[in-house]
């Protein structure tokens, strides 16, 4: 069984920073993209950054240039650096990867649980 779990999140006035986190854990064989995806009220899953297992990151265009996307590949983890945020930032981020399960080998994606990041005055 494999689990993401994530930590970090929480209320931050605008021009903030935060810091999320995620950790993979379980039967794990290999683990190829890793990411956060991000839900406001309103608004549908959007993919806010990913890493790949060639350190190739992509991001989403709203947050190009203020959020950093890390990974530790002996550890499983990956961090996600928010800075500069803004209301739109607000959303439930879920953190997320493409993992191969070590008995099976099959390969599926998992999900976090979520987390509250929240810009208000």
């Known amino acids: 069984q494999v689990q993401l779990v994530e930590s970090g999140g929480g209320l931050v006035q605008p021009g903030g920073s935060l810091r999320l986190s995620c950790a993979a854990s379980?039967?794990?064989?290999?683990?190829?993209?890793m990411g956060w995806y991000r839900q406001g009220p309103e608004n549908q899953r959007e993919l806010v950054a990913e890493?790949?297992?060639?350190?190739?990151?992509g991001y989403a265009d709203s947050v190009k240039g203020r959020f950093t996307i890390s990974r530790d590949y002996t550890e499983n983890t990956i961090d996600l650096r928010m800075n500069s945020l803004v209301f739109e930032d607000t959303a439930v981020y879920y953190c997320?990867?493409?993992?191969?399960?070590?008995?099976?080998?099959?390969?599926?994606?998992?999900w976090g649980q979520g987390t509250q990041v929240t810009v208000s005055s």
């Open positions: 997320y990867g493409r993992i191969q399960e070590r008995q099976s080998g099959s390969i599926a994606d998992y």
């Open positions: 890493v790949t297992s060639l350190n190739y990151k």
């Open positions: 379980g039967s794990i064989r290999n683990i190829y993209t």
